[in-house]
């Protein structure tokens, strides 16, 4: 990317990188991390028209996840589906002037 002056870079953070639920200190600690790192490698590469940005799901409809959680409601998750197209749009021409970004992606939860 460097050497083509061209690039998307897109994480999967998590809302926990933004507010812990307990009990999770590593899992939020390592996300709340990735979003400063977003922060910081969009600065230092902005210049060689490098995007990069983060996604922060909140829980994501998966079989695991349902299977962990079967009494929970399932309508409030984000889909996969949706997640997609947010990156895709976040690696798309139309997404360009975003970098540097945390985008929730909660679904209705």
Do not use: Q
Request: charged letters at 20%; one cysteine or more.
């Amino acid at each position: 990317m460097i050497s083509s002056k061209n690039g998307k870079i897109v994480h999967v953070s998590s809302r926990s990188g933004l507010k812990s639920t307990g009990y999770d200190s590593a899992y939020a600690a390592s996300k709340s991390g990735l979003i400063r790192l977003v922060e910081s490698l969009s600065e230092e590469v902005k210049d060689l028209n490098i995007n990069v940005n983060c996604i922060m799901p909140s829980t994501i409809d998966t079989e695991a996840n349902r299977i962990a959680m079967p009494n929970a409601d399932h309508n409030k998750w984000v889909k996969p589906p949706d997640l997609a197209n947010i990156v895709l749009f976040l690696c798309s021409e139309e997404g360009k002037a975003i970098t540097g970004s945390a985008i929730p992606t909660y679904g209705l939860a």
